[in-house]
């Protein structure tokens, strides 16, 4: 009996130690309970928080392009066109190719560019990209050739960043400094008296209300880095009084995506937008192709391109509907 006993206050001892680790407790027979302090939680690690904003260089080209270094997942830098009067970012097939995307990839579509049908092309989702070490993700792009560009930049471009490659920041794009902004969402600019940003239908791009004169004609103004010269669509002439098949001084110009398109040329009174009044503007007057998908091909419409922009800071808030345009920031 005295055995058995012992045996079985061994066996109650021992699982007792187990659970508590207090094994000596048990030779001992039964003991008071050892408190022990609680130990303490570890820290977490520190994690270091990120900059509000980020600063990127943009290269001007000799052909008057703009231009920024976007690194891929493999630590590549490839060179990128801005063009924020395009819808998607573009991409060759070479740099499809350089990313890994097969050829039979995406889906089909058709693009239209400043000068008429761009053709059929193949929408692909980009993988991870970053823009001066901020992340670029879910990026739809359009694979199409970009050789028209060769000659006036020297070689072709891997691709060009258009408005929804920013949707995910605020930007403001320094053209005296030479460098962009990427701000975090929560850290954007209180710009003064922004303009408003209106959506051009299912287009996925924006344009900004504007004024030309003579005659106060409202119009909407895409704005446009990727291309190098503002240009007045016919109705948005016409509603000032001007008939554009009676300029007779031309010029052409060159997008971002498409080959060389000629216009007429005509000094307006003024120019105002997002706050700014630009007096006595040289403008180009066409009526391009692009117009019509944007929905614009009826109603007076401007392409505000860097000619008008240059040498001011140009904010972009796709998400908050905003528009800034201002003089430079003293340095």
Request: a positive charge; proline letters at 8%; charged letters at 20%.
């Amino acid at each position: 009996m005295a055995g058995g006993a012992l045996r079985q206050r061994a066996v109650r001892c021992l699982a007792g130690a187990l659970a508590l680790g207090l094994s000596s407790a048990c030779a001992r027979g039964p003991a008071a309970p050892v408190e022990r302090p609680a130990p303490r939680p570890e820290p977490p690690p520190a994690v270091a928080k990120a900059a509000p904003w980020v600063d990127v260089p943009i290269e001007r080209l000799p052909s008057g392009h703009l231009a920024v270094a976007v690194r891929t997942g493999k630590g590549q830098e490839l060179r990128f066109l801005l063009d924020t009067g395009a819808s998607v970012t573009v991409v060759t097939p070479k740099t499809r190719e350089l990313l890994g995307i097969g050829g039979s990839e995406g889906t089909r579509a058709r693009a239209k560019a400043a000068g008429g049908n761009a053709g059929a092309v193949r929408l692909v989702e980009l993988p991870r990209l970053s823009l001066g070490g901020r992340p670029l993700e879910d990026v739809t792009a359009a694979v199409m050739h970009l050789d028209h560009l060769n000659e006036p930049l020297g070689a072709e471009p891997a691709g060009v960043l258009g408005q929804n490659v920013f949707a995910a920041y605020v930007v403001e794009f320094d053209l005296a400094a030479g460098r962009l902004r990427l701000y975090e969402r929560d850290a954007a600019p209180a710009w003064d008296e922004p303009a408003r940003l209106v959506p051009l239908g299912r287009t996925g791009l924006f344009a900004v209300e504007a004024r030309i004169d003579p005659g106060a004609v409202d119009v909407l103004a895409v704005v446009d880095l990727g291309a190098g010269r503002t240009v007045v669509n016919h109705p948005a002439a016409e509603a000032a009084g001007i008939d554009p098949r009676a300029l007779g001084q031309r010029e052409s110009i060159h997008g971002a995506s498409q080959g060389e398109i000629e216009a007429a040329v005509h000094t307006f009174e003024r120019l105002s937008v997002g706050g700014v009044v630009v007096e006595r503007p040289r403008l180009l007057v066409a009526q391009l192709p692009v117009f019509r998908p944007l929905g614009l091909a009826r109603r007076p419409a401007v392409i505000l391109g860097f000619d008008q922009l240059d040498g001011r800071i140009v904010g972009l808030d796709i998400e908050g509907r905003r528009f800034h345009l201002g003089p430079a920031k003293a340095r």
